[in-house]
Nanobody, 124 residues
Framework: QVHFVESGGGSVQPGGSLRLSCAATGKTLDYPGIGWFRQAPGKSREGIACIDSSDSDPYYSDSVKGRFTISRDNANYTVFLQMNSLKPEDTAVYFC?????????????????WGQGTQVTVSS
């Protein structure tokens, strides 16, 4: 069963930073890629970042490019999302999942189920 546990969310002011963690409970990151997704209230889930097994050229959506950085620690089966210069429109529940990284988008790989996510709230 593919399962990830997200953590690191919280409430910050605009311009602040957070670092999200995605721990693979199955002790493996052997997937085509790992993606970060987010879902804001009343909106559909969107893929915002993706890193493949070679760590080459991660994908970022236009909405987060230049502000967010995805990275992975294979030894600890963890993927991170460093979020800087946060904006109110970044407020959402953030999820990670096995994914396929493309040049222009990230696609959920369909393995297992979504986790609980971690809430990020950006507000003054």
């Amino acid at each position: 069963q593919v399962h990830f546990v997200e953590s690191g969310g919280g409430s910050v002011q605009p311009g602040g930073s957070l670092r999200l963690s995605c721990a693979a409970t199955g002790k493996t990151l052997d997937y085509p890629g790992i993606g970060w997704f987010r879902q804001a209230p009343g909106k559909s889930r969107e893929g915002i970042a993706c890193i493949d097994s070679s760590d080459s050229d991660p994908y970022y959506s236009d909405s987060v490019k230049g502000r967010f950085t995805i990275s992975r620690d294979n030894a600890n089966y963890t993927v991170f999302l460093q979020m800087n210069s946060l904006k109110p429109e970044d407020t959402a529940v953030y999820f990670c999942a096995a994914a396929t990284c493309f040049a222009d988008y990230v696609l959920w790989a369909g393995f297992g189920s979504w986790g609980q996510g971690t809430q990020v709230t950006v507000s003054s």
